[in-house]
Nanobody
Framework: QVQLVESGGGLVQAGGSLSLSCTASGNIFSINAMAWYRQAPGKKRELVARLTSNGILNYADSVQGRFTISRDNAKNTVSLQMNSLKAEDTAVYYC????????????????WGQGTQVTVSS
């Protein structure tokens, strides 16, 4: 019912920048929150940044001041601008959305993107 398509990511040197984007499509009634998570090898998936529909922002302490999350509500898109990247930012980054879907019934649930690799070389 909902598809998330991620783009961006790749390989960058430490200190560089990358941008990620995620677009949601489908039978969307409302998007309540959009977020980015990441998972490094051997580690648990962790929240990077989250933005709710009423403007509440959350960032992981490790990315505060370096990453910026933003939304384009008209396009159902969330972006993550990553600056001053560090080797420890290397991970698979996942888009996550809290969406209310209209179908036979109205359902609110989380959806995940397929993940995109970000590699920062030191």
């Amino acid at each position: 019912q909902v598809q998330l398509v991620e783009s961006g990511g790749g390989l960058v040197q430490a200190g560089g920048s990358l941008s990620l984007s995620c677009t949601a499509s489908g039978n969307i009634f409302s998007i309540n929150a959009m977020a980015w998570y990441r998972q490094a090898p051997g580690k648990k998936r962790e929240l990077v940044a989250r933005l709710t529909s009423n403007g509440i922002l959350n960032y992981a302490d490790s990315v505060q001041g370096r990453f910026t999350i933003s939304r384009d509500n008209a396009k159902n898109t969330v972006s993550l601008q990553m600056n001053s990247l560090k080797a420890e930012d290397t991970a698979v980054y996942y888009c996550n959305t809290d969406i209310t879907v209209v179908g036979v019934t109205t359902v609110r649930r989380d959806y995940w993107g397929q993940g995109t690799q970000v590699t920062v070389s030191s």
